[in-house]
């Protein structure tokens, strides 16, 4: 059980807007910078969002992310089918001293 | 461009031991601490452990309780995870991962290890 949740699944139409929180405590997202990786089967998992908001060059700004205390949100505007794949939040837990990830979410486009 | 590549991995029985190692190119190694993250079949990513740059400070996660180790050869660009102990619940693949200033910006493609008698 991840000290940080995520909900398992998500899923939404092509063009439709999709949200993915992330919940955390004080010790984890409350006080430190959340990161978002997207992950396709068989593959090397890919960062998407840093820095609370900075996208690497690459990475289309239909992503973007939003923090409100101890959680955090990543959201998809403009789905398209290349976009279903398994979404990670990550964050240092000063408590654990240690990285943690969210459970993840499988994001599906109908 | 950035390069990780993993090997090493395979089967090995229950209480036996293992070594991983992640070849990087395409960057300075010796400047950027380094990561080890793993994947169980049907799980998330659970990260493991992570490495200073020059090798000097080491971070791991609570729930390994000492059974691996992280280390590095920069003059090879090398990043080693040895594992002792293993145990059928840490079948995974196991990835290494570049950080970047609080973030992992590059990973490897992953190499499996499964603990099966």
């Known amino acids: 059980q991840s000290v940080v949740t995520q909900p398992p699944s998500a899923s939404g139409t092509p063009g439709q807007r999709i949200t993915i929180s992330c919940s955390g405590s004080?010790?984890?997202?409350?006080?430190?910078?959340v990161n978002w990786f997207q992950h396709l089967p068989e593959t090397a998992p890919k960062l998407l969002i840093y820095d609370n908001n900075q996208r690497p060059s690459g990475v289309p700004d239909r992503f973007s992310v939003s923090k409100s205390g101890t959680s955090a949100y990543l959201a998809i505007s403009g789905l398209q089918s290349e976009d279903e794949a398994d979404y990670y939040c990550a964050t240092w837990d000063d408590s654990l001293k240690g990285w943690v990830f969210g459970g993840g979410t499988t994001l599906t486009v109908l | 461009q950035v390069q990780l590549v993993e090997s090493g991995g395979g089967v090995v029985q229950p209480g036996r031991s293992l070594r991983l190692s992640c070849a990087a190119s395409?960057?300075?190694?010796?400047?950027?601490?380094m990561h080890w993250v793993r994947q169980a079949p049907g799980e998330g990513l659970e990260w493991l452990a992570d490495?200073?740059?020059?090798?000097?400070?080491?971070y791991y996660a609570a729930s390994l309780k000492g059974r691996f180790t992280i280390s590095r050869d920069n003059s090879r660009s090398m990043l080693f995870l040895r594992m002792d102990g293993l145990r059928p619940d840490d079948t995974a693949v196991y990835y290494c991962?570049?950080?970047?200033?609080?973030?992992?910006?590059?990973w490897g493609q992953g190499t499996l290890v499964t603990v099966s008698s």
């Open positions: 395409g960057f300075t190694f010796s400047a950027f601490a």
């Open positions: 004080s010790s984890n997202i409350g006080s430190n910078t």
């Open positions: 490495i200073s740059s020059d090798g000097t400070r080491k």
């Open positions: 991962a570049k950080d970047a200033s609080w973030t992992f910006d590059h």
